[in-house]
């Protein structure tokens, strides 16, 4: 008996290896063939070892002529076609929009399309901004949606942008973020306070409110804070919002901030650290950085915009402060360095969070019930 297929297409295979592992083993456990299409660098053991293959397919994204566009839909359609999955699985907004499309025109009905954040949709304002929002919006409803094609979001704030209702479990699925293994990411003893150590760990995107942060830890401390902020990640040179290396070597030249590029050692970020921080101008789904931090049992600093509000209860597991507002977050820092038995409280209170419905399990569960809803459907895509 032929088993069923599914594929993912995801941008980088960095990407998919680092936030999506567990749809896959989810997958596995379904007794799914599965295959990732992605751009390969340095990932295909990781992937491979979760049971997948690795379909490379080289496309740069920063481009975005319609030649280039064409030729990626056309690539993909090749290779879609030549996999005949039964659910085909678009992971973030370009994916969507051009493999939701090859997925169509190569006859594939079952198609899920994962938003794991509305990127610069959501974290830019504007005419031009919301221009952008609106053709989104209409490329994902009127030409890549059809009638067995589910939407998984990761906060109830995004599916509301494109006119779809949270609440409509036969079209939108809501998933606790990635998740991540509260097993592997364990909470450990505070350090000794003061000072208030903060760590930021994020691709170097000026989305990311990095700048905000620098700004906020230079405002605190001339007011007496003792606070220290350590920078972890690096510049994405294929993202056109990527904040310049220069840019981060002078922050780092500043007292109290230290850039430490980026590391995969996150048990011992927050090993060194007491607080999260991660200021969002937007477009965010639910940050798995924020989930790493709550596991290991740290409070977090956020702004109130989708996936970080959803997540963080303003005063029990951290703080939430309007977006873009280096003072208010100058404040927060302030009130957080004189508190560091509410620091602890709020990290407790945090690990509780994630444990529930936001562990790697959860989302696996949810993923499961996703596809197994999808395959009691019949398809005139399913091979005879």
């Known amino acids: 008996m032929r088993r069923p297929k599914l594929l993912f297409v995801a941008t980088e295979d960095w990407f998919f290896a680092s936030h999506f592992l567990p749809m896959a083993r989810a997958a596995r456990e379904m007794d799914f063939d599965v295959a990732v299409i992605a751009r390969e660098r340095q990932h295909r053991r990781v992937i491979e070892a979760a049971g997948a293959r690795l379909i490379a397919l080289e496309a740069e994204r920063r481009s975005l002529s319609p030649k280039a566009l064409y030729l990626q839909v056309r690539a993909l359609k090749r290779l879609i076609e030549a996999e005949r999955p039964d659910v085909l699985h678009c992971i973030a907004l370009k994916p969507i929009a051009l493999a939701g499309l090859a997925g169509k025109l190569a006859g594939v009905e079952r198609r899920v399309y994962a938003l794991t954040g509305l990127g610069f949709l959501g974290a830019r304002q504007g005419t031009a901004a919301a221009a952008a ?4 919006k209409f490329w994902l409803r009127e030409v890549v949606d059809g009638t067995q094609v589910r939407f998984l979001f990761e906060n109830p704030d995004d599916p509301v942008m494109l006119g779809l209702d949270p609440q409509d479990q036969a079209k939108v699925a809501l998933v606790g973020g990635a998740g991540v ?164 409280r709020m990290g407790v209170s945090a690990r509780a969070r994630l444990l529930d419905g936001h562990t790697e399990r959860d989302v696996m569960d949810a993923v499961k019930a996703l596809y197994r809803s999808l395959l009691t459907q019949p398809s005139a895509d399913v091979a005879a």
Request: proline fraction near 11%.
């Open 133 to 136: 929002r609106f053709a989104a």
């Open 181 to 344: 293994d509260p097993l592997v990411l364990m909470p450990e003893p505070m350090l000794p306070a003061p000072p208030l150590k903060v760590a930021l760990v994020a691709r170097m995107l000026w989305s990311k409110g990095v700048d905000l942060a620098v700004e906020a830890v230079r405002l605190a401390r001339a007011q007496g804070a003792k606070v220290e902020l350590t920078i972890h990640g690096a510049p994405d040179p294929s993202n056109p919002k990527a904040i310049p290396e220069a840019t981060l070597r002078e922050w780092a030249a500043r007292p109290g901030i230290t850039w430490a590029g980026p590391t995969r050692d996150i048990e011992g970020v927050w090993r060194a650290h007491h607080l999260c921080c991660l200021p969002s101008r937007g477009g965010e789904g639910l940050p798995r950085t924020i989930l790493e931090a709550a596991s290991c049992g740290r409070a977090i600093l956020t702004t109130d915009v989708p996936g970080c509000r959803s997540f963080v209860r303003d005063g029990t597991d951290g703080m939430v402060v309007p977006p873009d507002d280096a003072v208010a977050l100058a404040k927060a820092l302030i009130v957080l360095a004189g508190a560091p038995g509410l620091v602890e």
